[in-house]
């Protein structure tokens, strides 16, 4: 009986909002008619919560991300003597999310580590000088010719090699591996690095040594700064550069709390839906790091626009906006001479359904007021009267 | 080795740059080397720049050593005795001009106090620091920065006495403050720079509260009382030109009463106002519109037209008349012949400016507002003692804005005004705050400079003590009778058919992208159109091709170039700048199609 009651609610509400209400009902032992009671309310709360047919979401989601825009502020301020990592904000930072850059101005992850260690900073400050990305440079102290031998030789900072544990052979080996046309050896505390072809030249010789300088070493790619932060009771790394992929493949990194602000990362490892959730989530950031307020639905619905093609597409000519079906839109938009020229290449056409166009043409446009027809059976001889 | 350049010319290096430098500046100081020569020294670049190049700026600073200022109390007496010039003061190295390099590497204490050993210079006073305009704000050193700016800016927007031979000059946009009178509270720079023959502004009482909400938001209500007894009135002056040019041909411009066959003439009735010689007399009261100088020009192109119409033989009738929306006497008439002796007519047109709702005004402390209300003398609110404010303010402005100089020069304004003599309010070195307060006890007011008042209106007492005081207020050049427009319908470009923009043209306001957008949210389809119909045209398609077709209104036929007379042609009524992209299209290369469907 009651299941019928519920199957009569399918549609009007949705699935998630019935099995909690089945739930809910079983718990509460609740009669039939309280449940009918229950269900109706609800039917009602959800049908005001839905927005109007021909409103212009669109329009409102973009001027409500426009309005505090013009509030935010460029400069961003920081505290003296308190160690941060600097990462992009404010205005800049939005741009960045909604036209999905794929290069962002500064990377940066928040990685947290498994409960057995994120208490103990000990433990942390290891992890986070294992996931640091080391170059050659970092751990040497001089970098010189032989000439007569035509190798280079680099003297090691024996103080960094001891923090970071590494020995000279493993420098070495890491050398061999990320350098291509060298091979590198340990004499002493120096380490030699001579190239593999025949026929040497001083020219070449200095290229390596400059090249050597950048070699990765150790750690984890792209990540360039580590800061541990207290984070209620745990420990939690705040990184500059970022490489998700990498990162939760360490061991003590607890994977399903680290996180990235780099979109195209996260699209990468963990797929789209968490993107949708990260371009949310770092949209959400910008807003209230300015102490401004916008209604999530309207960063949900930018990032569903953004994300349902099944990757992460801008809000851009070469985006969303470059996918928009009227010409006369796209035009408005963005180099409009290109569209234009293309659009009559292949000949397309423009059926108008949407507002810009008919802004341009001075029609009522499709929304509000202007959304609804009035549709009524005329005489046939009515429509024949067009043509005179 | 230090790299050592003059004028930006590598000329050397030297072993010890901080030696160098030192000997340099000791022998500038000596008196050896020029005093023009400035020397800086760059340890990050390690190099030495000596500039001895024009167009530096440069500014004269104390020289300091070993943590001891050169100038002594000695040479104060001196000075004040007229025994010594500032010319000796450079002479025996006791103030030296230093340029922006220099000043880069130079350590400068601002009083004598601050001095510690490393300091190299001090400033001859701490208003230095400050511009010429912002060291005009009274009590700046209680302002904040940003305000400073603000009231420096306001001071230049002021009314004032630009010129005393005003009536002989013809400049344009000129307005000149009736009764200008020089602040109670002054900065010694105020009259250093000779600002007392200039004055810009007026001593009024203002009281900080509010008033029906009439000035909320920056606004101000003013006493129309004042206003009657002329407060802050002013005049604006507009001078007309007229040339008699001389063109090829012999022909030149006449100036004078044109004649009813001129080309263009008006009704005889816009000449009205002119004299025999075409021009008008001054004191002529002139509205928007009105002929000032007759004129009548040469016809255009002389000769080629000459066969095809009698009319084109015509002169041209080229009158000056007054500016739209603008009306006024006529001030002066003046007769003369410019550099290339051509016969010049200026005429100088004078407007009468009373205060009115929407005029701005500001304090010297980047207060500005405009003025929300004209309030009746009798529903002004007074003190005790009689004393009705000219001009209320609302203290809303006064917390985020923090501009205390602001109040204080209310305290100070008020202890001048009742002793009768000015206050100094120079940054850093003004009469304290203390000694004002105290000089309003002296006087029988009370010491915060707080009154009991008595509303106008119901002639009850107000609940608070009101803060009333005196503060130099000045009228900006920003007015209402400049900018007040409106239009219903007028003309309309050329190519878009849509309105012309601008105030002097009569044009239109635009409603823009950001307001459309406004319309499109809340779902005003319909207004949105209307309010966009200025260019509706209607066009003719031909069905077959989607091009625009004719419609011969004389034969009452349409017809398409393409497809002759045979076709379905419709009618639509587009925005005329969609039909100009189509044509725009078209000289593209591109073929724009209009396939027309019965949208309902």
């Not at chain 2, 009689?386 to 020069?409: A, C, K, N, Q």
């Not at chain 2, 159109?529 to 034969?555: N, P, Q, W």
């Amino acid at each position: 009986m009651e299941e019928q009651l519920f199957k009569d609610y399918e549609g009007k509400l949705t699935k998630k909002i019935i099995e909690e209400v089945k739930a809910e009902v079983k718990e509460q032992g609740l009669t039939k008619d309280q449940t009918k009671k229950v269900l109706e309310y609800l039917k009602e709360e959800y049908d005001t919560a839905k927005i109007s047919p021909g409103e212009a979401i669109g329009i409102l989601t973009a001027e409500s991300f426009g309005e505090p825009g013009t509030q935010m502020t460029l400069n961003v301020f920081h505290f003296a003597g308190v160690a941060e990592v600097s990462v992009t904000q404010g205005l800049p930072r939005l741009i960045e999310i909604l036209d999905a850059r794929k290069e962002i101005s500064t990377p940066s992850m928040e990685i947290y580590l498994k409960k057995g260690v994120s208490k103990d900073m000990a433990e942390v400050k290891r992890v986070a000088a294992l996931i640091k990305e080391t170059k050659l440079n970092e751990i040497a102290t001089e970098f010189s010719i032989d000439l007569t031998k035509l190798q280079v030789e680099v003297q090691l900072n024996q103080h960094r090699l001891k923090d970071l544990k590494l020995k000279p052979d493993q420098v070495a080996e890491a050398l061999n591996a990320n350098m291509k046309g060298v091979k590198a050896s340990v004499n002493g505390e120096k380490i030699i690095i001579k190239t593999k072809a025949e026929e040497n030249e001083l020219m070449e010789t200095y290229k390596i040594k400059e090249k050597s300088k950048e070699v990765f070493i150790k750690g984890v790619k792209g990540i360039t700064q580590v800061l541990p932060v207290k984070n209620n009771e745990e420990y939690v790394i705040i990184t500059a550069g970022s490489n998700l992929k990498d990162v939760i493949e360490i061991e003590e990194v607890d994977e399903t709390r680290t996180t990235t602000n780099s979109l195209f990362e996260v699209l990468k490892v963990f797929g789209v839906e968490a993107a949708r959730q990260n371009i949310i989530r770092e949209a959400q950031r910008v807003i209230e790091d300015q102490g401004l307020d916008v209604d999530i639905r309207h960063i949900m619905f930018i990032a569903d626009a953004m994300t349902t093609s099944g990757t992460i597409k801008g809000i851009t000519r070469s985006g969303i906006t470059g996918e928009k079906k009227s010409v006369l839109a796209r035009a408005s938009f963005e180099t409009p001479l290109k569209h234009l020229i293309n659009a009559s290449i292949i000949g397309e056409e423009d059926d108008l359904n949407s507002v810009i166009e008919n802004v341009m043409l001075n029609q009522p446009v499709p929304l509000g007021t202007g959304l609804p027809e009035l549709v009524t059976r005329g005489k046939k001889e009515t429509a024949k009267e067009g043509k005179k | 080795m230090t790299d050592v350049f003059i004028d930006q010319r590598f000329v050397g290096s030297v072993e010890n740059p901080k030696v160098f430098a030192k000997k340099v500046r000791e022998e500038r100081q000596k008196g050896k080397i020029s005093g023009t020569v400035n020397l800086a020294y760059k340890p990050e670049l390690n190099e030495i720049h000596v500039e001895t190049s024009k167009g530096r700026v440069r500014r004269p600073l104390i020289i300091v050593e070993n943590g001891k200022s050169k100038f002594t109390a000695e040479h104060i007496k001196k000075i004040e005795k007229n025994e010594m010039t500032w010319k000796d003061l450079i002479k025996e190295g006791i103030i030296e001009y230093i340029d922006a390099a220099e000043e880069e590497g130079a350590y400068v204490a601002l009083s004598e106090t601050d001095i510690s050993p490393e300091h190299t210079h001090m400033e001859i006073s701490p208003t230095t620091i400050l511009g010429l305009t912002t060291s005009l704000v009274p009590f700046a050193n209680y302002g904040q920065s940003s305000r400073l700016n603000r009231g420096s800016k306001a001071q230049k927007q002021a009314l004032g006495f630009y010129t005393a031979n005003y009536l002989q000059r013809m400049d344009t946009d000129v307005n000149l403050l009736h009764y200008p009178q020089n602040p109670i509270v002054r900065s010694f720079t105020y009259e250093m720079s000779a600002q007392h023959r200039h004055p810009a502004g007026q001593n009024i009482i203002i009281a900080l509260m509010s008033y029906e909400g009439y000035n909320m938001q920056d606004a101000i209500v003013l006493n129309q009382g004042s206003i009657q007894r002329s407060l802050a009135r002013s005049t604006y002056f507009r001078p007309y030109n007229a040339e008699e040019l001389r063109y090829s041909g012999g022909l030149v411009d006449e100036i004078g009463i044109p004649n009813k066959e001129v080309k263009g003439y008006r009704a005889e009735h816009d000449y009205r106002l002119l004299e025999d010689d075409g021009l008008i007399h001054p004191e002529a009261t002139v509205g928007e519109d009105d002929v000032i100088i007759g004129k009548t020009s040469p016809p255009r192109f002389l000769g080629e037209l000459d066969e095809f119409s009698i009319a084109a033989n015509k002169r041209r009738e080229s009158s000056i008349t007054t500016k739209n929306n603008e009306v006024g006497k006529v001030d002066a008439v003046v007769i003369t012949d410019n550099e290339e002796g051509n016969k010049l007519i200026q005429v100088r047109v004078r407007h009468l400016r009373i205060p009115e709702i929407g005029d701005k005004f500001a304090s010297r402390h980047g207060q500005k507002g405009v003025v929300g209300i004209i309030v009746p003398e009798a529903d002004m609110p007074f003190t005790a003692s009689g004393i009705v404010p000219d001009l209320i303010f609302s203290p809303h402005s006064i917390p985020s804005r923090m501009t205390i100089s602001h109040l204080i020069e209310i305290v100070a304004g008020k202890a001048g005004a009742l002793s009768g003599r000015t206050i100094d309010g120079s940054a850093f070195a003004s009469e304290s705050e203390k000694d004002l307060r105290k000089s309003l006890v002296e006087m029988g007011f009370r010491e915060n400079g707080t009154e009991t008042m008595y509303s106008g209106v119901t002639g009850e007492r107000l609940k608070v003590k009101i803060y009333v005081g005196n503060m130099y207020y000045l009228r900006l050049k920003h007015m209402v009778a400049n900018k007040l427009h409106a239009r219903a319908s007028g003309r309309i470009q050329l190519l878009t058919r849509q309105p012309i923009e601008g105030r002097a043209k009569g044009g239109g306001l635009r409603l823009g992208e950001m307001e459309k957008d406004c319309l499109v949210a809340h779902g005003a389809s319909l207004l949105l159109k209307e309010r966009f119909d200025s260019d509706k045209t209607t066009i003719h398609v031909c069905e077959e091709c989607g091009m625009l077709a004719v419609y011969d209104d004389f034969r009452n036929n349409r017809f398409c170039h393409r497809c002759g007379s045979n076709v379905i042609i419709n009618v639509v009524e587009i925005s005329y700048a969609f039909k100009l992209l189509l044509d725009e299209l078209k000289a593209l290369g591109i073929a724009p199609r209009l396939k027309l469907r019965n949208k309902y």
